[in-house]
Nanobody, 116 residues
């Protein structure tokens, strides 16, 4: 099994920055991709950003130019640098680990609140 530990959420003013971290541990044999999703009450969980094992990235249109996803291969950690935050970025952010084989694993979620 894979365990994910997320950190870095919190309260920030509009225009501010936060950095989320997600560390994967456990039975990691091969990573296909890791990513960040977010969800607000009553809405479906949506992709924010994803990075593949080859380093290819893709972003939701709403965060392009403001968010950056990176990965530290040495310790299976993925980061989401969030700049120029807006109130509409407020959500619970979830890390997702996608293996080459088997089912994906989700983190427990971390709250990000953008408010003055």
């Amino acid at each position: 099994q894979v365990q994910l530990v997320e950190s870095g959420g919190g309260l920030v003013q509009p225009g501010g920055s936060l950095r989320l971290s997600c560390a994967a541990s456990g039975s990691i044999r091969s990573i296909a991709a890791m990513g960040w999703y977010r969800q607000t009450p009553g809405e479906q969980r949506e992709l924010v950003a994803q990075i593949t094992r080859l380093g290819n990235t893709n972003y939701a249109d709403s965060v392009k130019g403001r968010f950056t996803i990176t990965r530290a291969n040495t310790d299976n950690t993925v980061y989401l640098q969030m700049n120029s935050l807006k109130p509409e970025d407020t959500a619970v952010y979830y890390c997702k680990f996608v293996p080459m084989w088997g089912s994906a694993t989700w983190g427990q979620g971390t709250q990000v609140t953008v408010s003055s």
